[in-house]
């Protein structure tokens, strides 16, 4: 499972997820042309996930928020206005 709030927002995103099961989770976030202004890796993860991302220095626009766990990726939009 996987929550982010609020969305769109001014600077900082509340990332909640859950892992059932033992696994490497890399979470990044990329601009508009595809540069990583965020990455967080978290090797044999299991349990509930709770983490504040703050794009407070970078410029309004849209971002893009990869998950990547096992075998899954999960891509979202975060809106930073």
């Known amino acids: 499972s996987l929550i982010i709030y609020p969305n769109p927002?001014?600077?900082?995103?509340?990332?909640?997820?859950a892992s059932l099961v033992n696994q490497d989770i890399q979470i990044r976030v990329f601009n508009s042309i595809?540069?990583?202004v965020y990455i967080e890796n978290l090797e044999k993860y299991i349990g509930e996930y709770s983490n504040i991302i703050s794009l407070e220095s970078y410029s309004k626009?849209?971002?893009?928020l990869e998950i990547k766990a096992n075998n899954e990726i999960i891509y979202?939009?975060?809106i930073l206005k």
């Not at 927002?9 to 997820?17: A, V």
């Open 9 to 17: 927002s001014k600077h900082i995103f509340n990332i909640k997820l």
């Open 34 to 36: 595809g540069d990583e």
């Open 61 to 64: 626009s849209f971002y893009f």
């Open 76 to 78: 979202k939009t975060l």
